[in-house]
Each structure stands twice: as structure tokens, then as C-alpha cells.
């Protein structure tokens, strides 16, 4: 009947525009959902996406959720332009957390300002080196970075609980299975009294900016897109494929250990087996619904947080089930990867095959 | 003249003590529960949300109570905790483990909000109880009527975390079955999760390729009640009844019934005569509930099963009596003599004759 055509040039101005109208219509099929609930779909959704705005410690709160999917998916966003899909961050938001918490557990106690310089180091060289592993394998044996990094996850979370059932768990602890709470030279300072907002959302903004430079001001930059979008031109233009993977899957591999490292020693305040809580896998949403641009990037970040804070309040303040909410934010990347259809491609109207067989033969 | 005065004066004191002490009761509260899994999981979660319900059936018009499920036990539940604490909660029941700390933190921030921790032991503002329930003792009946049961011998037990609640659990479950089938040897596999249907399911399968005919698990779903069920072996409900889940596999459940509790210190918190304290209730205070019994277990095994949980109430039986040895053979209790709640709290070793290493 209808069929998927190829637009020539897919307008700008829409693509622009599809995460927009894909929060639109999260909004509007998101009423719908609640309504079929019983709730007032009006007041659910200013409770998800206004409310929040307006209450202080929901504003700090936001920064706290989005700084670390802001920080993944800048990272990330670099690899996906070249066409390298790092599906792994959340692997490497793991074992930068170990890392980086381990280095603040290895000097308990020194009142060093040193101390958290060194801790976000070893995150970002923790996620880093993890991301390394995929990196290689695709350079030496061709090996699919998709899966590699995607399976490291498994490997990460495991490498996690071990520890903390082992060698880093609390002497004090009963046997749970969790680090001791980091001292305070190891604890990043709050920036804001009162709230949880830790140094760490100051460096995730840096590096939208630096993002930013990256991409758009700087031949590497260049090189990422010429990468993704011409591959073959861009051997002729002298970029190194692997140099490009090794970079694209490091630098994010680095952004998102620092970002576990922070999560580490900012809000948790030690190593603990359900510190990872998807941030590595919703980054890849955020970097998307940001369309792959560090400034769209910061906007996605928040936006998701904002689901999921306004998420929480409305479970408790309106009763909304917490699959109400889960579908709600699946419904946001639905729809966006919906509408990003309909502006690469046109509906048109599909002829009959095997009528056009038989003029065919026809006229043979 | 003057006994007039006198009076009057004593009725002002009176009308001024009365008026101190109604000063911190409430005409209505608002209480808000923190749950770990969906209410939905018909284990602990659900059992929770039926204490929320008993709360609101039985205080009525005086309390509004809400919640907040599948909340991870991360940095997320800081935030729900905190946002309840702010928007006017008086009291506030966090009901998973790994909330200790996340609790301590927003009760530090909010002296005139009451919380709960269920199942913790930290307790570092006057204004945080915790609270749990000796599920052990629920752990000796049904592993007296696991020894029974076993065909095979093998008893598969599906635990979560090494900590102590859980090792005292299979501690209390093997002295009890060994008791009455020396032979009886425990397979136990941790899933490192308190609710994952999925891994549940696999540990059973898994257990049930070892052999085992009665599975007992320290998990939160009904998964291998499930798989129980189809491959015709025997399971235990686990916080809830589960009896929906396994008619002809469950033999009977450890139910966990917080309405009470929850009851009482929503009252508490009404009246203003809330402390803090910690409470540990077992089958006497009704917060450990034995399921009814199956008609597959003998008459005189449901007798002597009935008879332990009789004994525990009347306290002529603990789950821990001597002689018990370590895992490793060092003496642990001498003849007669019952363990302590403190050695029970942090308990982190197996009791002789258990196979396997405590992951440590």
C-alpha cells in the first residue's frame, strides 16, 4: 500500500524541530496514558514537567541527575557522528567509579586536596582504558564494537559486586556489600548549601563547551563528521580509521568514568552495588533527542532529568504506578526516532508490483 | 478564699499540662513508604503495600498515605526521600536495606520528620527507628518440614546478599532440617538481587539440574515458585503466601505482615508519642506468619512443624539452641544454650555441615 521513500534533502528546519514535537507528543500521548488511569492528565503532566521548575530543591536536583548524562552523552555523541557506537558507557561509568573510589579508599583519611584531583584521574583513565578493550578488538580482529563494549557492561556490574563483597568492603559493615563511606577530602565539595549539587555539574558543563569546540571549531571535529558521513573520503582527506576509533571510543570511554566517579564520591558518597542506575544507557537517549550537538546535549539532559524527578514526584503526589512513568519516557524515544522517519523519508503510495510485471511483459 | 484559689490554680496547671502534652499529637498525619521493587512483585514490596493499606483502612480520615515503588537502592533514593520529607510527610517508612544511609541523611536534615528504616542498624538522629522481623524463626518451621519432604536429600535455597539476615536465615533452615534427616545437604546459589524474576528463575533451574526437590529462596518474587510448580518439586512462599503461584508446589510460606507495626506507629506519630527504638518482632508479635500448611505435608508433620512455631511463641523454643558448631568445627553454642541477638545481628558464618563457602 505505502511505502518509505528516500528524501532527497531532508529539511533542516524539521530536523531541528523532531525533538520538539517529540516531547510534544510524549505530552500529549502521555495524557492520554494518564487519563486511561484516572488521573488528571492536566495535573500530571505540570507535575512531571513544570512543578519541578519551580521548587529549589527540585531545580539542584535536576542538575544532579542531568550532569552525568550530559557529561556520558558528549562522549558519546563524538563516536556516533563518526559512525563508532560505544552502546558500552555504562560499563565505563562503572569502572570509573571503582577506580576512582578505589584511589579515595586507598588514602582514607589523608586530608589531601590532592586527593580528588587524583580520584577524577583515575576515573576518567579507568573508563578510558575499559573502553580501550573494545577499541582494540575492532582495530586488531574487526570485532563489533557495538557488542564488545554492550557485553563489558555485565562484565563491569559483576567486577562491581565482587569488590565490594571483597577487597573494598567495609571492615564495619556487617558483611553488606558496600565500601565504607568516603571521607570528606575524598567527598566532592557542594556547590550549593542545602542541596546535593557537587563540583562535578560544573565540569559536565565545561565539557558541553569544550564539546562544542571540539566539533565545531576544530579539525577533529571535522574529521568525526567526515568520518560518519564519507568514510571513504575521508581516507582520501588523510584520517586515520583507527586513530578515529581508538580517539572516539577513548574520549568517551574517559567523559563517562569521570562521570562515575563523580556519581561515586558526589550523591552516593561511596562504592555500592546499585551506584550504576543506567546513566550510561540513558546518555545514549539524551545524545540523540540532542540530535548529536553538545548544545542540544545540554537541553536533552535536562529534560530527561526532568521526567525522572518529576516521575518520582508524581508517583507519590498523583499515584501514578512507576511503569506509568517508564513508559512515558520510552514513549519520548519512540517518537522521536518516529518523526526522524518521516523527515528522512516520505510516505508515498506504492505501485502494483505485479501490475507493472504485466505491462511489462506486455509490451515484450 | 484561699481553696478557691488553690483550685483554680491546679486547673489552670492541669489545663496547662494537658495543653503541653496534645501539643505535638496531631488531628492527621501523612505517610509515605518507600518501596524497593514494583507493589506488584507479590513479595516484599506487595506485603509493604498491604501494610500502607491496613494503615489507611485503620486510621481512616486522620491519615493520607502515599508511596513511591521500584525506587533503586542508589543515589535516587536519596532524592524520593528527601522530596517526601519536604512536601509534608510526618512520617516516612523506607523499606529496603540499602536506604540506610540515604535515610540518615535526609532525617539529619529534617528533625521534625519521623522515619522508619526497615531492616538497618543505623539509627544516628532521635528522629529514625528501624525496624525488622525474625524471619529466622519462620526459617526453622518450614526447614522442619523441608527435612521431611526431600526425596533427594538436596534443598535448594536461593539467597540474595551474604549479610547477616539472610545467613541466619539458611543457618536457621538447616539446623532445622538436619534435625530431622542428618542427610540432608543445602545447594544454595546468591543472585546478588533482591527482585529479578529473571535470575530467580535461572537459579532454580539451575538447582533443580543439581537435583533439589525443595526449593526455599531469601528473593523477592514468586519466579521459582513458578518454575517449582512446572517441574512438580516443592517451594516455600516467601514474604507473601504466593499459594496463586505454586497450588500444588507450595508447602507453606513465611508471610511477612507489617500492618501492625505500621498501625502502631502512624498511632504513635497521631498522638505525638512517637520515639525512636528499634524493634525486631518474630511469630509471637505476629510480624513472621507461618502460610497455611499443604495437604501434601503428613498429618504428623504439619503437627510437629505447628509444634515449633507453637514453642517460639511460648519461648520454650529458639531457632539457634546448642550444641551448634561452626562451619570450620569451633564450638558456637554449648548444649542448651541459645544464641544472642547480638551474634545473631551480625551474623557472617555457616553453621557446621553446610557445604560451600560464604562469599566474602
Known sequence: MFKFELRPTPSKTMRAATPVLAVIATMIAGAILFSLLGKNPFEAIRVIFIDPLFDPFSRSELLVKASPLILIAIGLSLGFRAGIWNIGAEGQFIIGAITGGAMGLAFYGTSGVWLLPLMALAGALGGFLWAMIPAILRIKFNANEILVSLMLVYVATLLLSALVSGPLRDPDGFNFPESRTFHDSATLPILMAGTRVHAGVLISLFAVVVGYVLLERHVFGFHVKLTGSAPKAANFAGVKQNAMIAACLGISGALAGLAGMFEASGPVGQLVPSLPVGYGFTAIIVAFLGRLHPIGILAAGFVMALTYIGGETAQFSLGLPAAAISVFQGMLLFFLLAFDILVNYRIAPKRRVDATLKSAEEAS | MNILKTLMATAAMAAGLTGAALADAKDKIKVGFVYVGPIGDFGWSYEHNEGRLAVEEALGDKVETTYVESVPEGPDAERVIRQMAQSGHDLIFTTSFGYMNPTNKVAAQFPDVKFEHATGFKRETPNVSTYGARFYEGRSVIGHIAGHM???????????????????????????????????????????????????????????????????????????????????????????????FGPNARLSSIIDDWAPYYIERSQAVLDGTWAEKDTWHGIKEGMVEIGSFSDKIPAEVQASAQAIADGIVAGTVHSFTGPVNKQDGSAWLAEGETADDGTLLGMNFYVEGIDGELPN
Do not use: C
Open chain 2, 150 to 244: 526431600t526425596k533427594t536429600n538436596k534443598i535448594g535455597y536461593i539467597a540474595s546478599f551474604p549479610i547477616p539476615e539472610v545467613v541466619r536465615g539458611i543457618n536457621s533452615a538447616y539446623l532445622a532440617a538436619s534435625a530431622v534427616n542428618p542427610d540432608v545437604e543445602f545447594k544454595i546459589i546468591w543472585v546478588s538481587t533482591w527482585f529479578d524474576p529473571g535470575k530467580e528463575a535461572d537459579a532454580a533451574n539451575a538447582l533443580i539440574e543439581q537435583g533439589v526437590d525443595v526449593i526455599m529462596q531469601h528473593t523477592d518474587s514468586p519466579a521459582a515458585m513458578t518454575i517449582a510448580e512446572e517441574k512438580g518439586i516443592f517451594a516455600f512462599g516467601q514474604a507473601s503466601d504466593m499459594a496463586q
